[in-house]
């Protein structure tokens, strides 16, 4: 069977019959505290008829792949690949977090992970932090060998939600409750997945999905998988987040990134209305081909993004070496110092201590000497455990992460 069919150029649906997906799923009627609600249940992947592409959106997957093409090869040249991956993945992580409603920004989290308190709510930081974890733990099971599989996705879940907001939702189990989306109830809601006894096989069928022969492409493979996850809901509570992880799992595990740098949630964060209308139009009328033109122009749009700021954060950290290079003597520890500081833009004179091999005097001399140059400046105000940024650098890593 093929999944891909690249029709000749025409708009979406028209003229075209076979395109009309009368049957994307079921509804069956179950029962929520008494009152009889209308759950959907998915058609297993991949979409019948099968996908007819047209001249948009087989566009927009060759930009998306040429764009990831793009940094992944950003990654491979970089003198140290974590000194972009560290703030990448924690900038998706924001990002991710933030379309479900937390205000933790990017300068948040890092702080978070100083043991310094940040100027938003606790569990927000946590939550951000918790994804941190789950992403690390998806990547180092997949390298170690472990297959993209239910168990894996319920083990990213479980870290997702182990601490803070959730943790008292089932981590790491799929529901044995109903849930729903949107309204104040199953009987007023926008949506409702399916109900708890369909979710076993629902996720069972998308696993082999995932791994059949016959499955599309990488790309494509995932932007099909993020919208069957999503309509399935399977977890009560860190469905988005889990889905959106995902994503990034499965274009490392399909070979198409070596690193997680893809923050795919920045253009759903600055597109959530139309991201979500999508959603529904794929459960409603089937309509899996805009979906897809959307999750590729976001793909690319995002990759270019990634490759522009590396440019730049590469730049500027070049600049700022040639700088300290012309300061003699104490160009040395200044530039050790500005070095670490590119791998964590916020950091503390122990931890930089801890990195450079330098004493504590020397580093914060360094530090006094970024200062006057304005790269580095000091956030707390505190003579004593002080916290220190690489203001330009964190600027640009910082984009886009303003709160909603």
Avoid at 88 to 117: H, M, N
Avoid at 132 to 150: D, I, K, Q, W
Avoid at 327 to 348: F, N
Avoid at 380 to 402: A, C, H, P, S
Wanted: proline share 6%.
């Amino acid at each position: 069977m093929l999944y891909l069919k690249l029709a000749e150029p025409k708009s979406l649906y028209q003229g075209d019959p076979s395109v009309n997906r009368t049957r994307t799923g079921t509804y069956e009627t179950t029962s929520v505290s008494g009152e009889a609600v209308k759950a959907f249940v998915p058609a297993p992947l991949p979409p019948v008829p099968p996908l007819v592409l047209d001249d948009e959106a087989r566009g927009a997957m060759d930009a998306a792949l040429l764009a990831l093409g793009r940094l992944d090869g950003v990654s491979s040249v970089l003198p140290d690949t974590h000194l972009l991956l560290y703030t990448y993945v924690r900038k998706e992580a924001v990002l991710s977090s933030q379309i479900e409603g937390t205000q933790s920004t990017l300068s948040d989290l890092l702080l978070f992970e100083l043991k310094e308190t940040p100027g938003v709510p606790l569990d927000d930081v946590i939550e951000v932090s918790n994804y941190v974890r789950a992403l690390e733990h998806g990547l180092r099971r997949l390298r170690g060998g472990f297959p993209l599989s239910n168990r894996l996705i319920r083990e990213v879940h479980e870290i997702l939600l182990s601490r803070g907001r959730g943790a008292g939702k089932s981590p790491g189990e799929f529901r044995r409750s109903q849930n729903w989306i949107g309204g104040t109830r199953p009987g007023n809601a926008r949506f409702v997945p399916p109900s708890p006894h369909q979710v076993p096989n629902a996720m069972s069928a998308l696993e082999k999905f995932v791994h059949d022969a016959k499955a599309p492409p990488t790309l494509l493979k995932a932007a099909l998988w993020h919208v069957q996850f999503e309509t399935i809901h399977p977890f009560l509570d860190g469905n988005g987040r889990v889905g959106r992880l995902m994503v990034t799992l499965l274009l490392c595990a399909g070979g198409v990134l070596r690193e997680p740098m893809l923050y795919l949630s920045l253009f759903l964060k600055q597109h959530r209305a139309r991201y979500y209308e999508l959603l529904d139009s794929v459960r409603r009328d089937g309509d899996w081909e805009s979906w897809v033109a959307f999750f590729c122009q976001g793909v690319a749009s995002v990759s270019d993004s990634a490759v522009a700021a590396a440019r730049r954060l590469l730049e500027l950290a070049e600049k700022d070496r040639e700088r300290l290079a012309r300061l003699g003597r104490k160009a040395g520890s200044a530039a050790a110092v500005q070095a670490a500081l590119l791998r964590t833009p916020v950091c503390t004179i122990p931890r930089l201590a801890k990195r450079t091999g330098l004493t504590l005097p020397t580093i914060a001399k360094a530090l006094d000497v970024l200062a006057e140059r304005k790269i580095v400046s000091e956030t707390t105000g505190k003579k004593r455990n002080r916290v220190y940024r690489y203001d330009q650098y964190l600027g640009i890593l910082n984009e886009g992460t303003e709160p909603l």
